[in-house]
């Protein structure tokens, strides 16, 4: 039996589809997620659990809350294989653990990571760049045909250019990129756009937010989930996020995309994605105006290249999976 747990939601999705791909194959595995299976994240019950029936080897995710480490531990004591599955970037995440701690292989997504975990201590035969298995999932899946479906819901022209504008965690940044935003439209070379506004899922106070779209009849604010990330992406000309994995799909999806970094302390947010070396930043008016141009003339930065190296990750992944598996420690 082959094990994945994760505790956050990224940390969810990024192992889930090797999860599949296992068994798409035949295997026999377990997926726990740990935030609703907390008894797994204290070291004893993690052993007791592994007691009554020993993996082949366990997949883990790698969470802000450090939720699989217990198990990790756990199994190195049992002498079970691990690996641990981390995108972006290692942020504070591995920040409280030693080289002893550490599982014994790690996949990450992007050469950021890599050199970020090798610094950490991991030996640099045990880390992988396999890729972002969640985006090749997505690309393989295809872009969904959303414009009737958005452009009714919002009650939107059909010659209306959409433009999704995902915000961060932080209310009082979000409204500072909003009006940020807002007072530089007029600037760009675009008839009637029309500006989604989705708060982030865990951001307080999105009434504020909603409060300060009111005024500006080309923002819909939009914190319900009716339509899809994908369906919303696929009708638009292209997306702008405050720093967001949600630009990584757009691109995926050949939706051309940027954080915008205009009139607010993105700074910080910035950190969080700081591998992400595709992804346009756009800091100022005239480099607005020139990704709008661009996209307009269809030379915008739509996937040419190998986002989160997400082309054959889940092949790459499963390779060293099946090395876990035939591993005798």
Known sequence: ?????????????????????????????????LATTRRLMDGNQAAG????????????GC????????LIRACK???VPTA?????????????????????QFMVTNRGCYKEVTELGAGP??????????????????SPDGGDLVRGHYGLNADSPVIPFFCSPTIDQSIDAFLSLAALLPAIDLDNPEVIVRPHPRSPQ????????RPFPFAHFDGGNAI???ALLSASLFTLSMGSTVTLESLVLGIPSAFFQVNWEFADLDALYRNLDEVVRIRTEEQLREFVAAVVRNEGPVLTGNVESHRGAIERTWRVVEELMATKI
Not at 3 to 29: S, T
Not at 63 to 70: A, K
Not at 89 to 96: M, S
Not at 125 to 142: I, Q
């Open 125 to 142: 035969g045990t880390v992988v760049v396999t890729g972002d298995c969640r985006l090749e999932a997505l690309s393989n899946s295809g």
């Open 84 to 104: 641990m599955m981390i995108d972006i970037g290692t942020l504070k995440k591995l920040d409280a653990m030693t080289p002893e701690d550490f599982p014994d």
């Open 63 to 70: 969470s802000n809350n450090e939720g699989e480490w217990p």
């Open 49 to 60: 659990f592994l007691e009554s029936g020993k993996p082949k080897a366990t997949i883990l």
């Open 228 to 230: 899809s990330n994908p």
């Open 1 to 33: 039996m082959l094990l994945f747990a994760a505790h956050d939601p990224g940390a969810k999705n990024i192992i889930r589809p090797i999860f599949e791909h296992a068994l798409g194959l035949g295997y026999e595995a377990q997926f726990v997620a």
């Open 206 to 213: 999105q009434e504020r937010l909603e409060s300060a779209c």
């Open 77 to 79: 004591a049992r002498g």
